[in-house]
């Protein structure tokens, strides 16, 4: 059975030509037309990954995926927006998404974007990363600080566990996009959003990073804790 797609958009030539293409790739779509109606939606059948677009009415696309995220941490969220300017597209990573597209868009493109964040969402062979008080189980895609799980959107685990895998070595933005995102090419601000929320959550002070520190010139280093501190 496909992966199931729920596509929130107003206008109903963009949903119809999304709908076919992923249909074409294999998906079971669900159309929805506002904010109210995406959020009954997902939670009457929750679908695996949600392609929301940025400007609805009352209810936008930032609200959606903020009370998506509420519920489902892990939940792919893919957001479309017709603004091209970069606080635009932070706004909607800052919310929570973890990728968008910018209209007018390929429609092949964005069947690339929604694979992409599925299969990363994918559990993987499982494999426990550890570094003092910080877990990540990369099987169950869930990571701990303490006695406290981390609520982490499928971009931010993702990154932290590639820090994880490759502590030591500084990284540039652009790296990081192509690793951790596969685009080889792209806004290099979504490295700089997802950095900052997970400094957020994996650092004791957030302002004084010790763990995921910016190497200046360069890009960002993980630092694992010293043995025995």
Same mark, same amino acid.
């Given at each position: 059975? $496909?992966?199931? #797609?729920?596509? @929130?958009? &107003?206008? /109903?030539?963009?949903?119809?030509?999304?709908?076919?293409?992923?249909?074409?790739? $294999?998906?079971? #779509?669900?159309? @929805?037309? &506002?904010? /109210?109606?995406a959020l009954s939606a997902a939670a009457a059948d929750p679908p695996d990954v949600v392609v929301l677009d940025r400007m609805l009415g009352a209810v936008d696309g930032f609200e959606v995926c903020r009370r998506l995220r509420a519920h489902r941490p892990d939940l792919p969220v893919v957001m479309l927006t017709a603004l091209g300017e970069e606080a635009d597209r932070v706004a909607g990573l800052e919310v929570g998404a973890d990728d968008y597209v910018t209209k007018p868009f390929s429609p092949r493109e964005l069947v690339l974007r929604v694979r992409s964040v599925l299969r990363r969402a994918a559990p993987a062979p499982e494999a426990v990363l550890r570094?003092?008080?910080?877990?990540?189980?990369t099987g169950r895609?869930?990571?701990?600080?303490?006695e406290r799980e981390l609520s982490l959107p499928v971009r931010e685990f993702d990154l932290l566990e590639f820090l994880l895998r490759n502590p030591g070595r500084a990284w540039s933005r652009a790296q990081l996009l192509e690793k951790v995102w596969g685009w080889q090419f792209g806004d290099e601000s979504t490295v700089t959003v997802h950095v900052r929320r997970l400094r957020e959550k994996i650092e004791h002070d957030p302002a004084?990073?010790?763990?995921?520190?910016?190497?200046?010139?360069?890009?960002?280093?993980?630092?694992?804790?010293?043995?025995?501190?």
């Open positions: 059975m $496909g992966h199931r #797609v729920l596509v @929130v958009d &107003d206008d /109903p030539t963009v949903s119809d030509v999304v709908r076919r293409y992923l249909e074409q790739d $294999g998906c079971l #779509v669900r159309l @929805v037309a &506002d904010g /109210p109606a570094d003092g008080d910080l877990i990540a189980d895609r869930t990571a701990t600080r303490g004084a990073p010790v763990r995921l520190r910016t190497v200046w010139g360069v890009g960002y280093r993980y630092e694992p804790e010293p043995p025995g501190a």
